[in-house]
């Protein structure tokens, strides 16, 4: 399949996705939607809505079935990008070659934005009406447990404490799993359990993880490698910032194997069922892209 | 009845249902459960736990029945108050006496414990057994959206836009019906969601409209005229802060006619029904506190 087309296709219903809702589409200047939507409509891959959409798909259901999980996903990434960025966090002035939040508004309304798109992640979550009542509450409990203490919030505090430390590749991976591999993880495991499917609901976990773990080191290897024109972003940073790294860890060629290891695992959990082509795709992408 | 003792043994109940909590219990030290801890136990009336409390008995429910939902609100106000100590918003050294989460631990650990405690309220909710799944989503869903940007979030910016501009008592009004009344609102009326009882469910949300304005009226006159040793903190900060209040808008006497006007609208919503008692109580001592 023409994954670089899929990849267009959905970024694009996910945006206008976005458009739609109210806090894009009413944001008075001075409000803290006006801040949400600043920072929903910076950019970026859309990569954890496809995910959930190319679970959809993978159980067998239209796509866009899970339109409120999708756009919860985003909420919740750009949330977390949001409060990364601020001073006391990670201090990022830019993020895609735009202000930051906090940078283009204030400090406060930052934090405040950050606060509500997570809470509005929960308003979304609570309104799905394609799924059983019981399976919505299954599926809002997995996603609340995984981006709180015990998840992504666990993995940035890991991220800061690794800042003043050193960190070998168990701990790196952990930090990983749980800083950027949870909500990838939830984004393919909440389709299963909001259609019911236990049995696919383990494979999705199973691929989630791997694909986060490829995605990351991927991510790390661009960062030494990779070209900055197609990347849109300077590379070496992760280095000046002395920021533990698989390629600084292990080298660029060891990261590599690596990752070809976290694909073919990925693909062995998702077997060759109808409707995983996507998927398929997908972690071929996140292993081969150049950007 | 003896609503000085219904508060303190009420409160006891809440403090052992935070304790239990895992949270609470396996905190260790540097972990973000650490500060969540912490910015938990570090005092307060528990009053929105006891709000939930008081609601349920009215709808002739055992009072402990919505555990998860007692956690949940006081989980957000603790989320709320963390957040709103931060240096780049009301940038306070101390609460109730002791450091601030970002003073006793740092700036990145208290908007990672708020952020956590804030996700911690949605698990605990999406984990209620002693309601139908159905109304249980009905719960979050009201409660996502009382605290989100349409609600206690929208509170906090308007209260950032106040500093520098002159609020008149309508404003002010919309103020806290967003910053506290929200959350008071929300702990009266989920217990009324979860149990179905869509008549009371009304009559709750005006009760939680009064008694949230009293209560803060009551707040501004004791930050003027109150006692230091019976209300634990300094007054007159109001006031050094160029706050707007209501005994700053229309005075002392009038503001304390406005609370009186709150409490006998509160009690004509809620009746004389039985099981009402604690609520009347209730309001009763939002407006003659001392404390």
């Known amino acids: 399949m023409d994954i670089e087309k899929w990849l267009r296709d959905s970024r694009t219903t996910v945006e206008k996705w976005i458009k739609e809702d ?54 919740i990434h750009t949330y977390s990008l949001v409060h990364d960025d601020l001073p006391a966090m990670d201090n990022d002035d830019l993020r895609r070659g735009q202000p930051t939040a906090h940078k283009m508004f204030t400090e406060a309304m930052a934090i405040l934005a950050g606060d509500a798109l997570l809470t509005e992640a929960f308003v979304k979550m609570s309104r799905i009406q394609s799924a ?42 952990i930090v990983h799993r749980n800083k950027t591999g949870a909500l990838f993880r939830a984004a393919l495991v909440i389709p ?46 992760d280095r000046e910032r002395g920021k533990a790294t698989y390629p600084g860890l292990v080298g660029v060629e060891e990261a590599r194997r690596l990752a070809e290891d976290h694909r073919i695992r990925a693909k062995i959990a998702i077997g060759s069922e109808p409707g995983a082509e996507i998927l398929h795709s997908l972690i071929d992408f996140a292993v081969d892209r150049q950007w």
């Open 22 to 75: 109210d806090i894009v589409h009413f944001a008075d200047i001075g409000s803290v939607e006006e801040v949400m939507r600043y920072s929903l409509l910076a950019g970026g891959k859309r990569l954890r809505p496809q995910l959930v959409m190319a679970s959809t798909a993978y159980l067998g259901l239209p796509p866009e079935t899970f339109r409120e999980v999708a756009l919860a996903v985003e909420y």
């Open 132 to 173: 059983k009542a019981e399976d919505v509450l299954s599926a809002m409990d997995y996603l609340a447990s995984a981006v709180g203490r015990e998840g992504l919030i666990r993995g940035q505090v890991m991220d800061l404490a690794a800042e003043h430390a050193t960190v070998g590749l168990s701990e790196l991976k």
């Open 192 to 237: 299963a359990l909001l259609s019911g499917n236990h049995m696919r609901q383990q494979t999705l976990g199973q691929y989630g993880e791997h694909f986060g773990l490829a995605f990351q080191i991927v991510d790390d290897i661009l960062n030494v490698v990779g070209n900055p024109a197609l990347l849109g972003k300077n590379i070496g940073t």
